[in-house]
């Protein structure tokens, strides 16, 4: 559904500005261009190698083969997309962010290793609101943004399934056969 929804966005944006993106366009020179920390790629490292950590500590070693793993199919997904919508901003494809594909990749993951508590959903969504903010009002339109938060949002979800993820606690004996 997520991937459906992001390649409909690049088909109905085309290649031009749009007037939201015009809108975030205007705020290039405000401090919301400071927001691009929740894109930099150092702390998404940090974050990610952080996860990957306490994964690994509590022995969720699927869990943290796919936090080293799904970043890089993201950035893969994002280099065909961008060559795929050829949407370009100062002469640079455009369409998705890489960046803020990435930063919803590592944050979900993250999401994920806390077992979806909401309180980790909520600091991953602002942080990720952020991000988009951030990239919207400095290299990208932010229409680029909505684009990564719908590819990465399916990246995570993929991963989920993939390593069969669930929000039951580790020692949950959910199906009753232990006695």
């Known amino acids: 559904m997520a991937v459906a929804a992001m390649v ?11 007037p939201l993106d015009d809108w975030f366009h205007r ?3 405000t401090p919301a261009r400071y927001l691009l920390f929740f894109t930099d790629p150092w ?7 952080f996860g990957i950590a306490i994964a690994l500590h509590l022995h969720r070693t699927r869990l943290a083969a796919a936090m080293v793993i799904s970043p890089l199919v993201g950035i893969a997904l994002v280099q065909l997309s961008k060559r795929i919508f050829d949407r370009r901003n100062g002469g640079a494809y455009a369409y998705p962010s890489g960046h803020t594909t990435t930063a919803v990749v590592v944050m979900g993951l993250l999401v994920l290793l806390a077992g979806a508590a909401w309180w980790a959903v ?3 969504s602002i942080a990720l ?9 400095t290299y990208h339109y932010f229409t680029d943004a909505v684009g990564a938060l719908l590819l990465g949002s399916a990246v995570v979800c993929v991963t989920a399934v993939a390593v069969r993820l669930d929000t039951r606690q580790p020692e949950c004996d959910a199906d009753h056969t232990g006695g």
């Open 27 to 29: 705020l290039r020179h």
């Open 8 to 18: 409909a966005l690049g088909l109905a944006v085309g290649k031009r500005s749009t």
């Open 122 to 124: 909520l600091a991953a």
């Open 43 to 49: 702390v998404l490292t940090i974050a990610a190698l």
């Open 129 to 137: 609101l952020l991000a988009m903010i951030g990239q919207g009002v």
